[in-house]
């Protein structure tokens, strides 16, 4: 493990299909941001100070680790094609039409899942064999999916699947979201258990989407105080988030002890995005970041929400730097979507618009501490971090003969982290987009620049 001032090994994994598939018309949720960012992360050359990976397209066996074996072979059967006669199961699955669902069908939806939650089991698997500090997969994060049903753009919660990988190897886990929206799925697969401690900074009224995430849902039986909910008002700047994020993951840190740690940085809580209501700078966001990295903790950082392509991929791409102990320049470099990114071309932009309609911060000083002080209290409840026998901990072996020439010995486990070594990116596949641009279905057939 790295301690807080030691250079980290960071992995990174992105597959470029992932840009590729499209939510439909008018659909806010844009898997294109991924290209952009992926962009901006070539062109302040990061890939140089991280060892980047192809991640392998997750199986519907590994879904099923936490969604039902319906819901998986729904997904993977359902498209724009057979619709009309699959009425009943997409009404069961919260899956429908553009503009009617959260959660459309669309042409190659399972493909699309098995990309990114591929990724987020993989980033685990980094870190469990010991060959990353830090992992990192932006096009995942899909943190509202639930065991049987879509919710919220995501439709299968890679989160929790990599979280249950982690499980195999860390007797406790902390995941912290700070995406605009409550995490809800995640807390809810979880909620029963105290190997994982969920904590969420979100927006919530009682009407926001998804409608939960009070102070007062605090876990339930074992899992009791390991539920953890931030709810923050509109207009939140920076430093009001700071008052209660650094105080907060400090005392879980101290209380909770957790051995890995599972990041969700949704970009809908910067300021000016189409969904969020908070007014973070990328720079805010980027500082909760560094601050749990100082910690030296395993770390999984993922992608969510964001629905300004532009900042999203500022956002992640600045979050890159921060991960890889990076100095970049805050002009940023030309990419093939540079057009995107007018009129400032700076990566610490305004990020408000004109039309922007939350500029004023809703949450006084006295809230920010009376929720502080109650979060506070709950965790005094937990009596000390919790434990695990080690029978429920996996063999020390499991990842200790990686190297035999006998395949039939190793186990599935074994086999899926060799066959991902296997597919360890070589260092020419990553250039520079202003030597050599690179080319993709999505980019040829790209006409006209986004407006977001």
Known sequence: MSGPTSKSRVAYLHDPEVGQFYYGPSHPMKPHRMQLAHQLILGYELHHKMACYTPHKASDAEMKKFHTEEYIDFLMNISPDNMDIMGERMKQHNVGF?????????????????????????GAQRIIDGSADIAINWAGGLHHAKADEASGFCYINDIVLAILELLKFYPRVLYVDIDVHHGDGVEEAFVNTDRVMTVSFHKYDGNFFPQTGDITEVGEGAGKYCSVNVPLHDGIDDSSYEQVFKPIMRAIM????????????????????????????VDAHGECVRFLKTFGVPMLVLGGGGYVIRNVARCWAWETAVLTDTQVSNDLPWSDYWQYFAPSYQLHADLRGKDWGYPENHNSREYLDKVRQEVLVNLRCLQGAPSVQMKEMPPSSLYADMDSDDEDSLTDDQRRVRAMERHVEHPAEYFAPEKYRVEDAAT??????DPL
């Open 98 to 122: 553009v503009g009617q669902y959260d959660c459309p069908v669309f042409d190659g939806i399972f493909p699309f899942c098995q990309i990114f939650a591929g990724g987020s089991i993989d």
């Open 254 to 281: 101290a209380t909770y002890d957790p051995k890995a740690i599972v990041l969700q940085c949704g970009a809908d809580s910067l300021a000016g995005d189409r969904l969020g209501v908070f007014n973070l700078s």
């Open 444 to 449: 040829r057939q790209k006409q006209e620049p």
